[in-house]
């Protein structure tokens, strides 16, 4: 929902400048999933570490696990290779800092500087910046807080670390519905304070929230009761490795999941439910790859990279859909159409995705010499290939 607050905020600054929307739509979508994913205490990360456990990565004597490894700290581990948040990040920055302008952007830039075609707002607002400060401090707070406690943290009681608290939380939801509850509570009451929102008006806002976000809501929870089909009633994860062993490089692993993953969320428009999906068949199938049930996460070389392959793969196909409920908020929050906003980024979207596939493929095989090796090299590789490539594309 970051994404609506950013794009309502910040587009009637980058009018006056003759910035077009569609440009603010790809930078706010850019830095919207691949920034949050590699974020700790955000609701995605909750998401990710409930499906890893589903998945089968649990704690030695937990029933079902395949991995013996805490969900959390998995994750952790995994987060230096998302590389297409890495590159997309980057490239944004690039972008941003070198100008760079090519493909139907360039066009719209050109109408924007040229024509003036988003006409500046000097309407009168009686809004102030404190009205969105407060909301967004007690979110993050909160959050932390909320966290900390429920995992029992030495300062609020209990008789953990920081580390064993965020490890042993064992419900981020509530905590994470309860401070969003306050937040928005704090927020509607400035709002009524300054004259700016009512109460009446409170029915249609649940309303058109609540649209908004039911496709994403079905499209998890039906793609986690096949999840649990597939990796507890079809065992889909150990048929494929059995069928890959001998007949496919198993190096090749992280570049496969990536594409699936990224193809799953472009045509399901949903990077949580990728996740659910292709968690639920990879981990049992890198597990059986690698001895008997369950296998230390150190045993199992290509779990991190195929992960890390597995979350960039969905973020990538869900920043590139347009379907997808982050396409649609990146649109509406600077009023132009979803697919429209689609045509625009894409060019600008590929180059992080061509090159997030080559590091998947290096690191496949690097991943055996050394982990810091495998992160390293495709991350610098492919940083320097993308933004290379944007710049040939800008200067052509």
């Not at 805490?70 to 490239?91: A, K, N, R």
């Not at 399901?268 to 659910?276: D, K």
């Not at 859909?321 to 979207?349: K, L, N, V």
Request: with cysteine; net charge neutral; charged share 10%.
């Amino acid at each position: 929902m970051s994404i609506l607050t950013t794009g309502h905020v910040i587009r009637s600054i980058t009018d006056r400048f003759g910035i077009p929307r569609e440009k603010i739509a790809f930078l706010i979508h850019s830095l919207a999933g691949s920034v949050v994913i590699l974020v700790p205490i955000s609701s995605w990360v909750a998401a990710i570490t409930a499906q890893l456990s589903q998945a089968g990565v649990a704690p030695i004597g937990s029933k079902g696990a395949h991995i013996a490894a805490d969900p959390f700290f998995i994750y952790l581990q995994t987060l230096p290779f998302m590389f297409y948040s890495f590159l997309i990040i980057g490239s944004v920055l690039f972008i941003v800092h070198k100008n760079i302008s090519f493909g139907p952007m360039h066009a719209c830039e050109q109408l924007a500087h040229k024509d003036s075609t988003i006409a500046p707002q000097h309407e009168q607002s009686v809004s102030k910046l404190i009205d969105l400060a407060i909301p967004l401090a007690t979110l993050l707070l909160g959050m932390i807080v909320g966290l900390l406690y429920a995992g029992e943290f030495y300062i609020f009681g209990g008789n953990r670390s920081l580390v064993e608290a965020l490890k042993h939380n064992d419900n981020p939801f509530l905590g994470m519905f309860t401070v969003g509850a306050i937040a928005l509570a704090i927020g509607i009451l400035l709002a009524i304070k300054r004259g700016t929102y009512s109460v009446s008006k409170l029915p249609r806002t649940i309303l058109d929230g609540t649209h908004l976000m039911l496709g994403a809501i079905l499209m998890i929870f039906f793609s986690s009761t096949l999840a649990t089909m597939l990796k507890g009633d079809v065992m889909t994860g150990q048929y494929l490795a059995d069928t890959l062993i001998g007949s496919v490089s198993t190096m090749l692993l992280p570049a496969l999941f990536f594409i699936v993953s990224l193809i799953c969320a472009l045509v399901t428009g949903s990077a949580w439910g990728t996740f659910s999906l292709m968690l639920s068949i990879a981990v049992p199938m890198v597990a059986s790859l690698f001895g008997t049930l369950p296998v230390a996460p150190e045993n199992a070389v290509l779990l991190l990279p195929v992960l890390g392959a597995i979350f960039s793969g969905a973020v990538c196909g869900d920043h590139i859909s347009p379907i997808s409920e982050t396409t649609i908020m990146s649109a509406g929050s600077t009023d132009i159409q979803p697919f429209e906003h689609t045509y625009t980024q894409r060019p600008y979207a590929l180059p992080a995705a061509i090159c997030s596939l080559l590091a998947f493929v290096a690191s496949g095989f690097l991943i055996q010499k050394s982990i810091l090796l495998a992160i390293a090299a495709p991350l610098i590789g492919g940083l320097i290939v993308c933004c290379a490539t944007l710049k040939m594309l800008s200067k052509s």
